[in-house]
C-alpha cells in the first residue's frame, strides 16, 4: 500500500512552460486535493475532487487545471508556469467528503519557476 | 484566505516541558485536526476533534476545542526532541479542508 505518491519531486520550469504533476493514491479514496505551501505558510488549497469525474476550485486555482477521470489519479496541469508559482505543491486524499477522516499526504514537488 | 491561524507561529522549549499551541478559525465547522510537517516532508495526522467534542486524548496529545470562541489548542506533553516540527491546524467544513500557517516547534535536547 505505497499510500498518496507525487512525481516529479523536484522540477525547474521557465516561465510560460507548462506541465503537469502527478498524483495517485491506491486506497480507493473518493476525495483528493491539491494544495500549495509558500515560505512561512500553511497550504492553501488549489482544487479539489469529490469523485471521478467531478472537480472545483479552491482558494487559489488560477493557472492551474485539473481532471479526474479516474479514482486513483489527480493531475495537476499548470498552463503557462509564472515565477508566483515556485512553491511546495502536495496531493492529498480522504475516504469522502464529509467524512470524519483524515486527510493522506504526499511527499510533495518542489517546482521553481525561473 | 487561509481559515485557521495558529499562535504562537514559533516556540522553543528545553526537552521535558510540555508545549501548547492554540489556533482560531472564523466560520462554523465539522470538526477540527492537527497536522505535523518535519522539514521537506509532507504533512501526518495527529488528531481529529468532532465539533461536538471538547477534548481529544492521544498519547501525550491533549486536544481541546472551544467552539464559542472558535478556537483550538494542542498539548504535548513531555517533550522529546523528535517532536521538533511545525504544527498546523485545518478546520473541516463542506467540501474542503483549510489549514493555518502553524507552529514552529523546536524543542532542545
Known amino acids: 500500500n505505497a499510500g498518496v505518491t507525487q512525481t516529479p519531486k523536484f522540477q525547474v520550469l521557465k516561465t510560460g512552460q507548462s506541465m503537469t504533476l502527478q498524483c495517485a493514491q491506491d486506497m480507493n479514496h473518493e476525495y483528493m486535493s491539491w494544495y500549495r505551501q509558500d515560505p512561512g505558510m500553511g497550504l492553501r488549497l488549489i482544487h479539489y475532487s469529490v469523485g471521478a469525474g467531478i472537480t472545483d476550485q479552491g482558494e487559489v486555482p488560477n493557472g492551474y487545471n485539473v481532471s479526474r477521470s479516474t479514482t486513483e489519479d489527480f493531475p495537476l496541469r499548470l498552463l503557462s508556469a509564472a515565477p508566483s508559482q515556485t512553491s511546495v505543491y502536495f496531493c492529498a486524499s480522504r475516504v469522502a467528503v464529509f467524512s470524519y477522516n483524515e486527510q493522506f499526504f504526499g511527499p510533495g514537488t518542489r517546482l521553481t519557476v525561473l | 484566505s487561509q481559515q485557521g491561524e495558529e499562535d504562537p507561529q514559533a516556540l522553543s522549549i528545553q526537552e521535558g516541558e510540555n508545549a501548547t499551541m492554540n489556533c482560531s478559525y472564523k466560520?462554523?465547522?465539522?470538526?477540527l485536526q492537527w497536522y505535523r510537517q518535519n522539514s521537506g516532508r509532507g504533512l501526518v495526522h495527529l488528531i481529529l476533534?468532532?465539533?461536538?467534542?471538547r477534548e481529544k486524548h492521544s498519547g501525550r496529545l491533549r486536544v481541546t476545542l472551544d467552539t464559542s470562541k472558535k478556537s483550538s489548542s494542542l498539548l504535548i506533553t513531555a517533550s522529546r526532541a523528535a517532536d521538533t516540527a511545525s504544527y498546523f491546524c485545518a478546520t473541516d467544513y463542506s467540501n474542503d479542508m483549510r489549514f493555518g500557517a502553524g507552529t514552529r516547534l523546536t524543542v532542545k535536547p
Open positions: 476533534i468532532r465539533s461536538n467534542e
Open positions: 466560520t462554523s465547522i465539522n470538526n
